[in-house]
């Protein structure tokens, strides 16, 4: 009885976290929109829908990026990372705007994407923006994240001339990974790289400790399995059985079935997939490096990148292999 459960369990997050976002990436044919009339320094318009209402909001694109570079990324960081960060934001929405040929948000008609992070990308308002900030930093802060959206006007990451799969993620903890260990699809440029720049992330070492029963009730197992196991002095009963080329897990054993460790990843909310395992008869505790998926552009090591002295188009390269930049208008 146990066995279905777990293999339930697992077959839902394969078709939630893994079939799901292929779909998403994969389901648009980019081709290049003119400006609009209406507002030529702003070009198309971005539909956003807003989770807090459920309403859908038209934003000129660059004041969609900038609600983007706010949310996802701390405005402390180096105006290099910022920039570099603005222009994957871009290159992630234009991928998906109908004005460029995308699918938009496939469960809304009218939008392109949503402000949920779980399903695009994050976006927040001045008001959510000066909770986060404060009233007195918000000034500060806001001119930089305008600043860096600015200098990097238009511009798009690219691949054989193509928009890439924005991707990007908080901490790598020292390589990044293949986006095929992921999601599912391999691209030449979301391959592992080397990262010696994020090391000042609060996020690069973590701890998370469940008790076997807590692991058991995430998991979907019957109730009493693995602890009483345990309980008999039984030992590995999770054990990472083999690594991906990013150094995170790739095959996981838990009890005797086995997972990806993006899989057990998701199902235990661990930060990272890089992980390694320790357990007594009480409980396991997973000690992970990193934040995030690790595909593409590591955040912490892009800030990391601005304050040695490189520039945007270098940093996004460096993380992406062969991506160049380009105006999304014209040539």
């Not at 695009?120 to 994240?145: C, F, H, N």
């Amino acid at each position: 009885m146990r066995r279905p459960r777990l293999v339930n369990i697992i077959l839902l997050l394969f078709v939630t976290c893994v079939v799901m976002p292929v779909l998403i990436v994969r389901g648009c044919s980019f081709y290049a929109a003119p400006k609009t009339t209406e507002d030529p320094s702003g070009g198309p318009y971005v539909q956003l829908r807003r989770t807090s209402t459920g309403q859908v909001e038209k934003l000129p694109l660059e004041q969609y990026v900038k609600g983007v570079v706010a949310a996802e990324m701390p405005a402390a960081f180096h105006i290099e990372a910022l920039k570099a960060q603005a222009i994957l934001a871009r290159t992630y929405i234009v991928t998906r705007m109908r004005a460029f040929g995308g699918q938009g948000d496939p469960d809304h008609s009218t939008a392109d994407i949503s402000d949920d992070p779980a399903r695009g990308q994050a976006w927040l308002d001045e008001a959510s923006l000066k909770a986060r900030w404060g009233v007195l930093q918000y000034p500060t802060y806001w001119s930089k994240i305008e600043e860096a959206v600015k200098a990097t006007a238009g511009l798009i990451a690219v691949y054989n001339g193509d928009p890439i799969q924005a991707a990007y993620h908080s901490t790598c903890g020292g390589r990044t990974e293949a986006s095929g260990n992921v999601w599912q699809y391999d691209v030449p440029y979301l391959q592992p790289v080397t990262c010696r720049w994020d090391g000042h992330s609060p996020r690069l070492a973590q701890q998370t400790t469940f008790t076997w029963a807590q692991l058991e009730e995430k998991l979907g197992n019957q109730a009493g399995a693995l602890a009483v196991a345990a309980s008999s002095g039984k030992t590995n009963l999770i054990q990472v059985l083999s690594q991906t080329d990013g150094g995170r897990a790739a095959s996981v054993r838990v009890g005797d079935m086995t997972a990806t460790g993006v899989r057990l990843r998701t199902a235990l909310g661990l930060p990272s997939a890089q992980f390694t395992v320790s357990q007594n008869s009480k409980s396991v505790t997973f000690a992970t490096r990193g934040y995030g998926h690790g595909v593409g552009m590591c955040q912490y090591g892009a800030d990391g990148m601005g304050k040695e002295g490189y520039r945007y188009a270098e940093i996004i390269s460096h993380y992406m292999p062969g991506v160049t930049l380009r105006p999304v208008f014209g040539n």
